[in-house]
Each structure stands twice: as C-alpha cells, then as structure tokens.
Antibody, heavy 117, light 110 residues
Framework: DVQLVESGGGLVQPGGSLRLACVASGDIFYSYHMNWVRQAPGKGLEWISYIRSGSTTIYYADSVRGRFTISRDDATSSLYLEMNSLRNEDTAVYFC??????????WGQGTLVTVSS | QSALTQPPSASGSPGQSVTISCTGTSSDIGAYDYVSWYRQHPGKAPTLLIYEVNKRPSGVPDRFSGSKSGNTASLTVSGLQAEDEADYYCNSHGGIRPWVFGGGTKLTVL
C-alpha cells in the first residue's frame, strides 16, 4: 500500500499562513485522488479538501473554503495544503489520505498545526 | 455538530459482539452505498475497516461487518478483542458535501 508522510505543521499566529506537504511512496501517485482530513484536539475527524487525479476536480469544506488551497505535484508525488488567514479553530492534526471506492484507504501519520498568539 | 450521528460510547466484554450505529439523512447515507468505517487508536492515524457499506479491505478480519438500512448504517464487531478498544468513525458520501464523518464512538472492551 502507498505510504504517506506529512510535514509542515507548527505554531502560527492567528491570521498567519502555513503550507503543509504530503509525500507519497510509489510511482502511481498521479492516479490517486487525494484528501486532507483534520482532527482538532480531543475531537472527531473533519474532511476539509479533495483533489482528483489530474487536478480536474477540487472540493473544500465550508469551514476552509476561501482560506485554504489544495494542490498537487505529480512529478514529486506531493500533495499540498496552503492555509491562509488561520484561526484558533484551525488548530488540529492534519492528515492526508488517499481515497478510492469512496473511502479513505491510506492515511499519513498526521502533522500538528497550532494556531495561537 | 457532526453531519452523521453516532453514539458517543459503546462497550462489550471480550468475545461478545457490539454494534455501532451511524445515522444520516436521505441526502447522504440514504442516497448512496458509499458508507465507510474507520478505527483510530489514541495518537494514531485512522485505518479503514469497511467501505461501500459492507466490503472489507484486504487484511481486515471478518469480525468486522457493515450494513445499512434506510438512513442508518451499522458496524458490528464480533468476537471483541482488547485491541478493538478505540474510537470508531463512520463516513458517507454526502452529495454536495463530498464526505461527511460521524462524531465518533469510543468503544470500551470491558
């Protein structure tokens, strides 16, 4: 199965920006549909963004639309999440996940984003 | 507020069976056979248990089974083991909302 490794998390002030990355193993990343899912401390899972293979379709949850941008670089098997205008409520562990058959078959280990002054 | 409703907790003794429900609407669970279930141990990433209502990925034991009736999906864990103590989440395709999760159920093995 594909291995996913996220990076880029850290501490950022409200209103700030951060860019998360997710690198996939293997050489068929271009065929994967990819997602970002987050989990606030002690809370449940929240899907936040999807990008189809070929970047032909992109979706966002209402909570991040207009502030976050998902993108991918198939040449480097990388998925990105550009996060702007960060709020305290964006504090969470962010997971990248591969979806197939309308389910998240593979997950990364997550990267923690803390928004605080 | 989560889009799908799960009981916050469930419990069972080793060897017993437990069923976790996940209630949605006619726009998500009721409309699509795209319900999936995940198990998450503390500090770990979720892992897929069930997809498309009742299919198991390779490597997932047949102790885990899924079903759906109307707007409610269910996950049954049979032959409970200590390692099954974890949080469980349901997920469904939601039409205009591509994916919606349940709030999660904490399963305790007594």
């Amino acid at each position: 199965d594909v291995q996913l490794v996220e990076s880029g998390g850290g501490l950022v002030q409200p209103g700030g920006s951060l860019r998360l990355a997710c690198v996939a193993s293997g050489d068929i990343f271009y065929s994967y549909h990819m997602n970002w899912v987050r989990q606030a401390p002690g809370k449940g899972l929240e899907w936040i963004s999807y990008i189809r293979s070929g970047s032909t379709t992109i979706y966002y949850a209402d909570s991040v639309r207009g502030r976050f941008t998902i993108s991918r670089d198939d040449a480097t098997s990388s998925l990105y999440l550009e996060m702007n205008s960060l709020r305290n409520e964006d504090t969470a562990v962010y997971f990248c996940a591969r979806d197939s058959d309308w389910a998240f078959h593979s997950w990364g280990q997550g990267t923690l984003v803390t928004v605080s002054s | 507020q989560s889009a799908l409703t799960q009981p916050p907790s469930a419990s069972g003794s080793p060897g017993q069976s437990v069923t976790i429900s996940c209630t949605g609407t006619s726009s998500d669970i009721g409309a699509y056979d795209y319900v999936s279930w995940y198990r998450q141990h503390p500090g770990k990433a979720p892992t897929l248990l069930i997809y498309e209502v009742n299919k198991r990925p390779s490597g997932v034991p047949d102790r885990f089974s899924g079903s759906k009736s109307g707007n409610t999906a269910s996950l049954t864990v049979s032959g409970l083991q200590a390692e099954d103590e974890a949080d469980y989440y349901c997920n469904s395709h939601g039409g205009i909302r591509p994916w919606v999760f349940g709030g999660g159920t904490k399963l305790t093995v007594l």
